[in-house]
Structures are given as structure tokens and as C-alpha cells.
Nanobody
Framework: EVQLVERGGGLVQSGGSLTLSCDAS????????MEWFRQAPGTEREFVAA????????RYAESVKGRFTISRDNAKKTVALQMNSLKPEDTAVYYC????????????WGQGTQVTVSS
């Protein structure tokens, strides 16, 4: 059974930092691109960051470029999202996603973790 479990969400002040993690199981982790998406109330889910299976390629949404960093540990089957210089507009539920393509949305989703940035 494929499982993606996000952790690390919480409340942080504007300008602060937070690191999200996603623990994966049930599939060949290193063969999958991993992505982070987020969804704020009343909005559609949007792409945040992606990393290729072996971690050699990354891509980011323009809104987070230079502030967020995605990384992965294939031995531990985890993917992380380091978020710095957080803004109130980063407030959302953050979701982990896994798929075979680095460029498209994958099939597997986590349950999400709430990130709230206060002004």
C-alpha cells in the first residue's frame, strides 16, 4: 500500500522558517519524482516544488523560488521542503505527491499538513 505522510506543519510568524517532511512507503521511492503542492482556502491546489528521483533536478513555482528548497533522502524514503522567509500568503495545506514523471502531477497524495503564517 502506497503511503505518503506529511509532518512538520504549524504556526509561524511572517519571516520565519519551517521544514516539512514527507515519509513514503509502499513504492520504489528512488524511481519516483516527488513534489509539493499547496492549497489555500477557496483556491485550487497549486504546484510548489519538485525533485527528480535521484535528486539531480529540481524546479519551483515562481512564488517560492529563492525561499523554499526541496530535498530528498532516498535511503530514508523522505522528501523535505525547507521554507524560509515565510509570508502570510504561504498559508495553506501542503501536500506531498509522488509520480513517475518529473514534469507532471503524480498519482499518489499525502493527507496534507497545515502551514499558517501570521503577519
Amino acid at each position: 500500500e502506497v503511503q505518503l505522510v506529511e509532518r512538520g506543519g504549524g504556526l509561524v510568524q511572517s519571516g520565519g522558517s519551517l521544514t516539512l517532511s514527507c515519509d513514503a512507503s509502499g513504492f520504489a521511492f528512488s524511481s519516483y519524482a516527488m513534489e509539493w503542492f499547496r492549497q489555500a482556502p477557496g483556491t485550487e491546489r497549486e504546484f510548489v516544488a519538485a525533485i527528480s528521483g535521484h535528486g539531480t533536478s529540481t524546479r519551483y513555482a515562481e512564488s517560492v523560488k529563492g525561499r523554499f528548497t526541496i530535498s530528498r533522502d532516498n535511503a530514508k524514503k523522505t522528501v523535505a521542503l525547507q521554507m524560509n522567509s515565510l509570508k502570510p500568503e504561504d498559508t495553506a495545506v501542503y501536500y506531498c505527491n509522488a509520480g513517475l514523471s518529473f514534469s507532471t502531477v503524480g498519482h499518489y497524495w499525502g493527507q496534507g499538513t497545515q502551514v499558517t503564517v501570521s503577519s
